[in-house]
């Protein structure tokens, strides 16, 4: 019999440089929880082992970026980091002009300021958090234009991510198109599970908002990861370079923001970009007053370098080919435990149905926040609830009742190795053996704003 050999994703670097853990027992992990609400968000990173709490500004920058720190050239005004930055944005995205940020949020702060008039309609392919409330504290209304195979986590669609046109166009038919100022389109659905739109459906998307005269403005915070799924699975993409792929997807866009903490590979900052230069000449004005300067937007200059050399790193082909094949590692090493996840497996974590997972449990009893919970107890692994305490409150008060209700395993880039993502999917495991024993959650504590960063739970 011939051999076949498998070939593994490794990753195309080496650790020059490791930061020791604390492991706790099981009884200090109890009291941790029970201190913080059962809100994983309220854990002290220092009781915590394995952090799956988020790709967001957890990456581990390259020995290039930290020599960029040192190259941070900190002047008020005009900083030669921006103007690297500015080059990088060229040149990797394609966008003409850039507003420095702190990092995303601050980026849709000015966007939605200068975009959204009260009244406004603001279709999306699903709604993100801080992307929504900003919408709305603009006056706008946030309308869902994904298709519905995203709201069915085992449906296997391989781009959940795309817009459904139909959807789009009653919206359009219904409102006017002068009452809605953009498309607002996510590369790689966060809250969908890391899903990727595909190019065919971005350029049908670009004709259709051409014709009506509507922008498209894109959350281009991963980006990246979305460029990898196209040239996996794609018909014509398969031999362009993920660089391509990028510039590319940015081309069927006006305007973008950019949370820079996750694809660009560094712990903070964030951009505006415009092709507009109306919009470009607002921003600039409106920046100054939230953030800073226009050349540093909140930033220190070894901070814009660093994401100048990290936007370079996060287009490479080798790294992404890591970078989403660690994540379907940890993905298929659950699904041989008989772990419900959603499929296909996205691009920056693993999603368990906490449904699924714990049927027994109604929505009102939080099943996905008592899952996190329950994890960080076996094991200190922290994950975060993406479930109806995320979703929030509608403008009237009431609940909003998401179809998805998932504990979100984020994997941060660069920084955990194989055998972490096997001590994940082993606790995984053992928490899903005595899933019948597990009682859910009330909410005791409930913050005005994005409550699922501070909300405090009681075990029921
Ligand atoms: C993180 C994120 C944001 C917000 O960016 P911050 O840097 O956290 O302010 C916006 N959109 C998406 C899809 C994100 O993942």
Known sequence: MKATYKRSWAEPYKIKMVELLKMSTKPQRLKAIREAGYNTFLLRSDDVYIDLLTDSGTSAMSDRQWAGLMLGDEAYAGSKN???????????????????????????????????????????????????????????????????????????????????????????QKYGAEKIPYVSIATNVNMAGGQPISMQNLKELHAYTRKHGIRVIHDMTRVVENAYFIQKREDGYEKKSIREIVKEICSCTDGATMSAKKDALVNIGGFMATNEWEVFEEARNLVVVYEGLHTYGGLAGRDMEAIAIGIAESVDDHHQHARVGQVEYLGHTMESY????????????????????????????????????????????????????????????????????????????????????????????????????????????????????QARFERL
């Open 82 to 172: 921006y103007y690297h930055l500015e080059a990088a944005v060229q040149q990797y995205y394609g966008y003409k002009y850039l507003i420095p940020t702190h990092q995303g949020r601050g980026a849709e702060n000015i966007l939605s300021k200068i975009l959204i008039k009260p009244g406004d309609v603001v279709p999306g392919n699903m709604y993100f958090t801080t992307t929504r409330l900003h919408q709305e504290l603009a006056g706008g209304t946030f309308a869902d234009i994904i298709i519905d195979e995203a709201h069915d986590p085992l449906n296997e669609h391989p781009f959940k991510g795309n817009v459904d046109l139909n959807k789009l166009d009653a919206i359009v």
């Open 338 to 453: 008989g772990i419900p996840i959603v499929k296909p497996i996205g691009g920056h974590g693993v999603f368990v149905d906490a449904r699924a997972f714990l049927p027994h449990l109604s929505q009102d009893e939080f099943p996905a926040q008592t899952l996190a919970a329950e994890l960080y107890i076996d094991s200190g692994v922290r994950t975060m609830e993406r479930g109806i305490v995320s979703a929030g409150r509608d403008a009237q008060g009431r609940n909003y009742y998401p179809k998805l209700e998932l504990v979100r395993f984020t994997i941060p880039r660069r920084v955990y190795t194989q055998a972490h993502m096997d001590v994940i999917a082993e606790s995984t495991a053992a928490v899903y053996a005595r899933r019948k024993r597990i009682k859910g959650l009330k909410m005791v504590y409930e913050p005005k704003y994005l409550r699922f960063f």
